[in-house]
């Protein structure tokens, strides 16, 4: 198995890898044993996931029943933490600093659903602390800054919002080893810049504009550019670069799949093909993302999945787990 490498990515490798070696060492003494409350904790997060984002819903079903649970977990506290950054009205920056306090803790004190599932999801699957802590502390970066300059500034915000989850996620599923790391960075870029270039109209309007300016700038694009809101001929030379290279990264990732355990594939294979397939959408609306959000259907999801449960099957040649 070959891996390609670019330049922005070794400086995230090596994040991860020092977050990895925060792994949590969890005893039985430390699950937390409280069967009701766990129940509603997680029921609390299956709601936030089947409301907030019906693809990672659709995706996650197909996770054996405790890997789903916690899955959503993960989702619920990915889900609060930037939902803290979007309020408009208080001290966002104290409420974020006060649910990274909350969240963290290895049994939450407080009545707090969301948290206690995630503790306890962090807990089962040993998931490294560290990872969590670089989620909000990527989150917390759109506080402050709200334009990026090259591809490799915008890849470092990518990881913090987007690789973390994956490489969360790896530990729910169960994988290989350190050599399934950087797959998931790769493919939580990918998925980050979809959402990017998916909100380009919705992130303008924010006061946010995440496509790296070194590149609009090469296509003879501006901000003004943004602000109008016109889909011409250097804009959609500009979105076919991009989308390109995105699909690049998908390709790029596809042999990470097969370091995962094998009842985790499908679920990760079908993740990333409906976000691939926004792409599409966006292709065929002619890159016009300033006033129509991309998307893809139920039923488009859904047609999807005898073919990636064959592709699923069939990735790589390694089988974990037996």
């Known amino acids: 198995?070959?891996?390609?490498?670019?330049?922005?990515?070794?400086?995230?490798?090596?994040?991860?890898?020092?977050?990895r070696r925060s792994e949590n060492i969890t005893t039985a003494e430390d699950l937390i044993e409280e069967p009701a409350r766990l129940e509603?904790?997680?029921?609390?997060?299956?709601?936030?996931?089947?409301?907030?984002?019906?693809?990672?819903?659709?995706?996650?079903?197909?996770?054996?029943?405790?890997?789903?649970q916690a899955a959503r977990a993960l989702y619920a506290f990915c889900r609060v933490s930037d939902n803290i950054v979007d309020q408009l009205e208080g001290n966002v920056e104290a409420a974020l600093n006060n649910w990274r306090q909350r969240v963290l803790k290895p049994v939450p004190t407080e009545d707090d659903p969301v948290a206690l599932a995630w503790a306890d999801a962090r807990l089962r699957y040993r998931i490294p602390t560290s990872y969590a802590e670089q989620l909000i502390d990527g989150v917390t970066r759109d506080l402050y800054q709200t334009r990026y300059y090259?591809?490799?500034?915008?890849?470092?915000?990518?990881?913090?919002?987007?690789?973390?989850?994956g490489l969360m996620s790896m530990h729910i599923i169960g994988f290989s080893g350190p050599e399934a790391i950087p797959y998931a960075i790769k493919l939580g870029v990918a998925l980050q810049v979809t959402n990017i270039l998916r909100d380009v109209g919705e992130d303008w309007r924010a006061g946010r504009v995440?496509?790296?300016?070194?590149?609009?700038?090469?296509?003879?694009?501006?901000?003004?550019?943004?602000?109008?809101?016109?889909?011409?001929?250097?804009?959609?030379?500009?979105?076919?670069?991009?989308i390109s290279r995105n699909r690049q990264?998908?390709?790029?990732?596809?042999?990470?799949?097969?370091?995962?355990?094998?009842?985790?594939?499908?679920a990760i294979t079908a993740a990333a093909a409906f976000y691939q397939a926004i792409l599409d959408d966006i292709e065929a609306h002619d890159y016009n993302v300033f006033d129509r959000r991309a998307h893809v259907s139920a039923w488009g999801k859904l047609r999807r999945l005898p073919a990636l449960w064959w592709q699923s099957r069939k990735a790589g040649s390694l089988t974990i787990g037996d």
Do not use: N
Request: overall charge neutral; hydrophobic content about 45%.
């Open 40 to 68: 509603r904790a997680y029921a609390r997060c299956e709601a936030i996931t089947s409301v907030h984002s019906r693809s990672f819903h659709l995706a996650s079903g197909l996770l054996p029943a405790e890997k789903r």
């Open 210 to 242: 995440y496509l790296p300016r070194e590149e609009l700038e090469l296509f003879g694009l501006s901000e003004k550019d943004l602000a109008a809101g016109r889909v011409h001929d250097r804009w959609r030379d500009f979105m076919r670069f991009q």
């Open 1 to 19: 198995m070959t891996f390609q490498l670019h330049g922005w990515e070794p400086p995230l490798l090596a994040l991860a890898l020092e977050a």
């Open 249 to 266: 990264l998908y390709k790029e990732a596809w042999p990470g799949i097969s370091l995962l355990h094998k009842d985790g594939r499908l």
């Open 150 to 165: 090259t591809f490799a500034d915008l890849a470092t915000y990518a990881y913090g919002v987007a690789s973390t989850v």
